[in-house]
């Protein structure tokens, strides 16, 4: 082992202790300064009261002191006693003594860990270089350097620490005397604690006692002159409800209350024929906006009616004017009208069981709907009546544009199917509507003159 490394602990070791020595320092500072001379100390007066203040800069220890001091002295007056005074002051004075105290062997006791610090390292080093080589000794006589080093500084370090610690207790013993001089001589003999002092203090209070009893009896007066103002009204208020309760008893009032539990028998069994009327009110409501939309969706059925025979008329007349004829075009024409027969057999069938259903709901009003069923048949009858007699299709003579209209005619009766669909789905929803029905006569009246046109 070098010289370096032995500097290198040593500068480890002497730091660590001076570091808890300066600590120890600051701590023997505060306890010597614990308490301040007796001229920065005086009497003052609160609330009758004399307390303790100081006029100039203080520890932060001797102000917990005066603290503690002064809430003494206003909570015991007359019966003030030094000794409490003495140990408020030394509990605070001898836990900070305590605490340095302590402080002081810290730098003694790192001093013993860098001595064994020290041996252990030198004979590890002899051994690792050889313990009869000369580097092996001269690594153990560094060790050694370092273990007499740590101890010699940690022992001045303390005994340093230890004789500043004996000044400042010294000292702090000394202004705590001073300080009790001073509570003995200047606090106490204002403190008075004979008989007279203990008498005054006693008229003292039973002054204020009186002062506050006198108000409250005062409160209480008017509390009582305000009762008694209200007392009136409260007899008045008593007697007229005397003399109601004497009336309903005199008209039989009895007899009115079991009226009145008769009458609430007879509505608590009217409630379940309520709720019942409540529920078809609520399908009489549903029925109405049903019924519209089936109204609607005729409407567009008879339009499509209306404007598929126009198209049916068109052609007729197209062909008409064509005076070739093609047996293949004709048979393809006569299978769509074959087609649009079954299409027209479907409607109708739909068009009965519309009208079972809304037989079924409309029972009250079966002529209404009879009559309303009777011109949808009529109307879908005429405007689908194309039979082999009076067809223009016996007349073709010429097919140059069939395949079109034969097309468009295809686009149709998808639509037709497709309206057919929900028209069965929006009759299945009608229910019990009166109102609804009468309010599709204006329809009903258009459809029989359209049947009569």
Do not use: C
Request: glycine share 6%; no cysteine; proline share 1%.
């Amino acid at each position: 082992m070098d010289i370096s490394v032995t500097i290198i602990i040593i500068s480890v070791v002497v730091w660590i202790q001076l570091i808890f020595f300066l600590k120890t320092a600051v701590g023997i500072r505060t306890l010597k300064n614990i308490y301040p001379s007796i001229g920065s100390l005086g009497i003052s007066n609160e609330f009758g009261t004399q307390i303790i203040s100081v006029h100039s800069k203080i520890s932060k220890e001797f102000g917990a002191i005066i603290h503690a001091t002064n809430t003494y002295l206003k909570e015991n007056q007359g019966t003030v006693d030094f000794y409490v005074i003495q140990n408020l002051s030394e509990r605070i004075s001898t836990s900070k003594e305590s605490e340095v105290t302590s402080e002081i062997p810290i730098p003694l006791y790192v001093g013993l860990m860098g001595t064994f610090v020290g041996v252990a390292v030198g004979l590890f080093s002899m051994n690792f270089l050889g313990i009869f080589s000369e580097d092996g000794i001269h690594s153990f006589l560094w060790g050694v350097v370092i273990a007499l080093v740590s101890s010699f500084l940690g022992l001045l370090l303390s005994t340093v620490a230890n004789y500043r610690l004996t000044s400042a207790v010294r000292h702090r013993d000394r202004k705590k005397n001073h300080y009790y001089t001073f509570v003995q001589t200047k606090l106490l003999p204002g403190m008075g604690s004979n008989i007279v002092d203990a008498l005054g203090r006693l008229k003292g209070t039973l002054d204020n006692f009186n002062t506050v009893f006198s108000d409250n009896i005062g409160n209480i007066n008017n509390i009582v002159v305000s009762l008694a103002a209200n007392m009136q009204t409260i007899a008045e208020g008593m007697g007229t409800q005397k003399q109601i309760l004497s009336e309903l008893y005199g008209s039989k009032f009895q007899d009115l209350i079991k009226v009145n539990t008769e009458t609430f028998n007879r509505v608590e069994k009217i409630l379940p024929e309520m709720d019942d009327f409540i529920r078809k009110q609520k399908d009489l409501n549903e029925l109405m906006a049903n019924s519209t939309q089936f109204v609607t969706s005729m409407h567009k059925l008879l339009d499509r009616v209306s404007t598929f025979e126009n198209s049916v008329n068109v052609l007729g007349e197209t062909i008409n004017e064509s005076q070739l004829l093609g047996s293949r075009q004709l048979n393809l024409v006569q299978r769509h009208l074959d087609d649009l027969d079954k299409k027209q057999s479907l409607i109708e069938n739909y068009t009965n069981q519309s009208n079972e259903m809304v037989e079924e709901y409309l029972k009250a009003n079966v002529k209404h709907v009879r009559s309303l069923v009777d011109n949808f048949e009529t109307a879908i009858k005429n405007a689908f009546e194309i039979t082999n007699n009076d067809s223009p299709f016996q007349k073709l003579t010429k097919l140059d544009t069939i395949s079109e209209e034969i097309k468009r005619l295809n686009e149709t009766l998808d639509s037709y199917t497709k309206k057919e669909e929900s028209l069965i789905n929006v009759v299945s929803n009608i229910s019990n509507d009166v109102k609804s029905i009468r309010s599709e006569t204006i329809f009903t009246d258009d459809v029989d003159n359209d049947a009569e046109g």
